[in-house]
């Protein structure tokens, strides 16, 4: 079991969605530790539903570990900030560092 102060960029959690009871599927773009806060994950949301035009599909070579059961799609303009361990369920798989690059890349095109 990973720990919420082992997550790191780049790998997929189940979270709590602040849109949702049953939470879901989220990417780490970072993981700063803030000496007064400790440790807090910058995320972005995953999802199953491909008609988000700017999401980002993900390929089965897009994973470092297991692909995800389903086909899932980045939806880089959906932050969440998570801040403790209860808001993690559990570790799922992670992405190679280029693809969440990629994510982190468009991210910054939102918010620029």
């Known amino acids: 079991m990973t720990t919420f102060e082992e997550l790191e960029r780049g790998n997929i959690i189940w979270g709590s969605d602040p849109l949702s009871e049953k939470g ?4 780490i773009l970072g993981a700063p530790r803030f000496s007064n806060h400790g440790v807090q994950l910058i995320t972005v949301l995953l999802s199953t539903k491909s008609y ?3 999401s980002i599909t993900l390929r089965d070579s897009d994973y470092e570990g297991d692909p ?13 900030t998570l801040n403790t361990d209860t808001d993690v369920e559990l570790y799922m ?14 991210l910054t095109g939102y918010i620029s």
Do not use: C
């Not at 798989?93 to 468009?106: F, I, P, Y």
């Open 24 to 27: 879901r599927p989220m990417l």
């Open 52 to 54: 988000h035009e700017e």
């Open 68 to 80: 995800l059961g389903e086909q899932s799609h980045v939806l880089p303009w959906a932050l969440v």
């Open 93 to 106: 798989t992670s992405l190679r560092d280029e693809r969440t690059d990629d994510v982190a890349e468009q």
